[in-house]
């Protein structure tokens, strides 16, 4: 199956695969109905990327509204709303941390390089989940799952152009 996605990506996106980020399984889509000229399943997967790294690839890309749909888009072929919708569903999950008191990592799809500042992270999440999160909540979970950079024993801040420099953090390992 790794293959084949491997392939798809390459061939119809002009995405290379990489070992650093792998699609991820999202479901069996496999409603006698959703096509028309045979009972079909379709495995799912969903690959999240930072916007840079599709400069390269094949076809356009479209922006996905707040509520999961495409925009600028008439309804997809077959279930394939269905299956963006839970593309988006699950990326969504894994950032939404408010009610979640396990199981959470800071950049689940590592969206940001390292290093970055809780700010920066805070708007990752917020980008992803749709809504603003509450600044020092959000700091006081990420706390415990992150950790700060530093050089010869000394805390790193960023070189900000503006207002007091924030720590930068990195993942911990």
């Known amino acids: 199956m790794a293959r084949t996605v491997d392939d798809v990506l390459s061939r119809k996106a002009g995405i290379e695969p990489s070992d650093l980020v792998r699609p991820r399984l999202l479901r069996l889509f496999d409603d006698p109905d959703r096509d028309d000229r045979t009972w079909a399943i379709s495995a799912a997967h969903s690959l999240s990327l930072p916007e840079l790294d599709l400069a390269d690839t094949l076809g356009d890309l479209v922006t996905v509204s707040a509520d999961g749909q495409l925009e600028g888009e008439g309804p997809l072929l077959f279930d394939h709303d269905q299956i ?87 993942r911990r390992r």
């Open 84 to 170: 963006v919708e839970a593309a988006v569903d699950a990326l969504r999950s894994r950032y939404e941390i408010r009610y979640r008191y396990v199981d959470i990592h800071p950049d689940p799809d590592s969206f940001l390089p390292e290093p970055f500042t809780l700010h920066q992270l805070r708007k990752v999440h917020e980008a992803v989940v749709g809504a603003e999160l509450h600044k020092d909540n959000f700091a006081r979970r990420m706390k415990e799952y992150v950790e700060p950079l530093t050089r010869d024993g000394e805390v790193v801040l960023s070189d900000g152009l503006r207002g007091r420099p924030a720590t930068l953090y990195c």
